[in-house]
């Protein structure tokens, strides 16, 4: 049985209860050790099997969780975050169908998650946007012609950007040419809630020129949009003025 685990955004008691029981009992670990956090590795058994897929290749990660499958045993595939966003767990799972290998997925604390709770933030303000786009930044990985940052700014909603901290000077021209004002609140999540985490806000303008004053090349999430603003409206759900199924408006 392989059992892919999302590790959760830093910081290792971020893990899920099931995650980290998972990871107790796995004979065979592989994680992506160029972004998960060693720490969780804490949580393996004495004399488990321990791969760090930073160093491998699709290919080299199906043969190991064959070999172990062979052997009887189980292996955990530990993914950053949850694995279903970033993760190239897609291809991992039809591989493992062609080879008739039982697996499961279980979920983590994706790092947007993570940054929105170190910034304090909540996405989905009332009058300000009830959307959040996850997306990147065009680099030497393309995105479909129709998922363009310019595009996708036109509708000045929340925008959360993975994997796009190198590109910074292309990504806030993009944006602005979309439709974010030059003065839209930003932030940059360096490694949300690990130890070294570091917040920088900004303004969108200004995202390339406060990633250099940081020393931010990598490892960082990008979130824009005036839900980082102070104007939002009340919620309804807690007005006293309007009804819900448990209680009558106050007159």
């Not at 899920?16 to 969780?40: C, F, H, K």
């Not at 595009?151 to 993009?174: D, P, R, Y």
């Not at 931010?216 to 006293?240: E, M, N, Q, W």
Request: net charge negative.
């Amino acid at each position: 049985m392989v059992h892919f685990v999302g590790a959760g955004c830093g910081a290792p008691d971020l893990i899920t209860v099931r995650g980290a029981r998972l990871l107790s009992e796995a004979d065979v670990i592989i994680y992506a050790g160029s972004l998960v956090n060693p720490a969780l590795l804490e949580y393996a058994k004495p004399g488990c099997e321990i791969h760090d897929s930073a160093y491998m290749t699709l290919e080299q990660v199906l043969e190991v969780m064959q070999n172990a499958e062979k052997a009887g045993k189980t292996t955990v595939r530990l993914h950053t975050g949850d694995s279903s966003i970033y993760g190239a767990v897609r291809e991992q799972f039809d591989a493992l169908n062609e080879m008739g290998v039982e697996y499961d997925v279980c979920p983590g604390v994706s790092a947007f998650c993570g940054a929105a709770a170190s910034l304090r933030a909540e996405y989905t303000l009332p009058d300000v946007s009830q959307s959040v786009i996850i997306t990147r930044m065009e680099g030497r990985t393309p995105v479909p012609e129709r998922e363009k940052i310019r595009s996708f700014a036109a509708h000045s909603c929340t925008m959360v950007l993975f994997l796009s901290t190198g590109l910074l000077e292309k990504l806030q021209v993009e944006l602005m040419a979309g439709g974010y004002a030059p003065e839209t609140p930003a932030a940059i999540v360096y490694k949300a809630s690990w130890p070294e985490e570091k917040i920088c806000r900004c303004a969108v303008s200004e995202l390339a020129q406060t990633a250099r004053d940081n020393g931010i090349t990598k490892t960082a999430l990008i979130l824009v949009g005036g839900f980082l603003g102070k104007d939002y409206s009340r919620s309804k759900l807690y007005d006293p003025g309007f009804t819900t199924e448990f209680r009558e408006a106050e007159r």
